[in-house]
């Protein structure tokens, strides 16, 4: 290697860069954005009109501890505001737990199919990433256990996961958690806990409330509708918050987040519409997509993971282009290690019921 010029810390030329869904399909009038699970709702109006009031005073700094908005997410959880940091995004926050808890030579461990951002901020500390498999493309507690060494500083868990929408139950997250050695930080991604409905889940705030060693992140990119505004929450132990905050940036989280994040968390109508939409959609495109005998994963997310035979002309690549040439855009998965299924979020009506015909149409044209 080259000493002629500056070098990155060993770890980040092994970063395989983030690539985010598509939003564009050239050539086509009108199109559907399926592709990165945003909220087909959009945000709450009040965050919109709290958004725009900021623009009255751009010269100002914001808060650099995000207090009235940390105060809003207590209110709403029943949590106590200084346990709780807010970040650019979930992602912002995983990259900072992952600064402040991994050196050079340490283990990190995510599951097979788990989000791109675990292995890319292990990397990126000069940790190393272990891949844990999965079972039914579900996370597999046993796997994790068993993929423990004297190495492993972080467990990344999320719950439910993204790209498959499967999910552990929480006898099974707290029967993962027991299994760790105390010094191993638990992290519980829950990007997408406000859509699911099931009695067996819990997102982990009673988890993190009782131990020492585990934290929770949200995001306000999912039901709040609010993913250009980049804006995510953590709640974990008052040590690891501490920790967290003396290494992210002074003004991580800007005026215009904070101000719509404190709106959309109390527009509690809002969210629930979005809840019940996502709710009655997600069962109808798993039924309808399941009649053309694709498979589809059981989601409870505000996505599917949709399968496609390995055959040419059935081909997920295959139908990822006839999707898009019809302006419905999804998410190719290959860099989860999925290269014969697609990512479909939850749409709009009209959309949902436009990618099924064209799924039937391009099956039909494939036999």
């Keep these: 290697m080259s000493t002629k010029r500056p070098q990155p810390r060993p770890g980040v030329l092994e970063i395989e860069a983030y690539v985010p869904g598509k939003s564009t399909a050239p050539g086509v009038a009108k199109v559907f954005k399926l592709s990165s699970n945003e909220t087909p709702l959009g945000p709450s109006p009040k965050a919109v009109v709290a958004y725009n009031e900021t623009g009255k005073h751009l010269e100002d700094y914001p808060d650099g501890a995000a207090t009235e908005l940390r105060e809003a997410i207590g209110r709403a959880f029943g949590l106590d505001p200084a346990r709780i940091i807010c970040g650019?995004?979930?992602?912002?926050?995983?990259?900072?737990?992952?600064?402040?808890?991994?050196?050079?030579?340490?283990?990190?461990i995510h599951t097979t199919h788990g989000f791109l951002?675990?292995?890319?901020?292990?990397?990126?500390?000069?940790?190393?990433?272990?891949?844990?498999?999965?079972?039914?493309y579900t996370a597999d507690v046993d796997a994790i256990i068993k993929a423990?060494?004297?190495?492993?500083?972080?467990?990344f868990l999320a719950n439910p996961n993204n790209p498959t929408g499967t999910y552990l139950p929480f006898d099974e997250v707290k029967r993962l958690h027991k299994a760790l050695?105390?010094?191993?930080?638990?992290?519980?991604?829950?990007?997408?806990?406000?859509?699911v409905?099931?009695?067996?889940?819990?997102?982990g705030i009673e988890l993190v409330a009782t131990s020492e060693n585990v934290v929770m992140c949200r995001t306000f990119s999912k039901i709040h509708g609010l993913a250009a505004l980049?804006?995510?929450w953590m709640y974990g132990p008052a040590h690891v918050i501490d920790a967290v905050?003396?290494?992210?940036?002074?003004?991580n989280v800007n005026a215009a987040a904070i101000a719509a994040g404190i709106a959309a968390i109390e527009d509690n109508s809002h969210q629930e519409r979005s809840r019940e939409h996502n709710t009655k959609w997600l069962a109808w495109l798993t039924e309808e997509i399941g009649k053309l005998g694709l498979e589809v994963t059981p989601s409870v997310a505000n996505f599917v993971l949709i399968h496609f035979p390995n055959q040419k002309g059935r081909t997920a690549t295959e139908a990822n282009a006839f999707l898009m040439s019809r302006g419905l855009v999804v998410r190719q998965v290959g860099a989860y290690k999925l290269?014969?299924?697609?990512?479909?979020?939850?749409?709009?009506?009209?959309?949902?019921?436009?990618?099924?015909?064209?799924?039937?149409?391009?099956?039909?044209?494939?036999?």
């Design 88 to 108: 650019a995004g979930s992602d912002d926050l995983l990259n900072l737990l992952a600064r402040a808890y991994l050196a050079d030579g340490d283990e990190a």
């Design 117 to 136: 951002v675990y292995p890319i901020a292990t990397l990126g500390t000069g940790a190393k990433p272990v891949v844990a498999p999965e079972t039914n």
């Design 148 to 155: 423990l060494t004297p190495k492993t500083k972080v467990v």
């Design 181 to 195: 050695p105390p010094h191993v930080l638990f992290v519980l991604d829950a990007a997408y806990a406000e859509y």
């Design 197 to 203: 409905r099931r009695n067996d889940y819990e997102a």
């Design 230 to 232: 980049r804006l995510g």
């Design 245 to 251: 905050n003396r290494i992210r940036g002074p003004f």
């Design 339 to 367: 290269p014969n299924a697609l990512r479909m979020s939850v749409g709009t009506e009209e959309a949902n019921r436009l990618v099924v015909k064209a799924l039937a149409d391009f099956l039909g044209q494939a036999r």
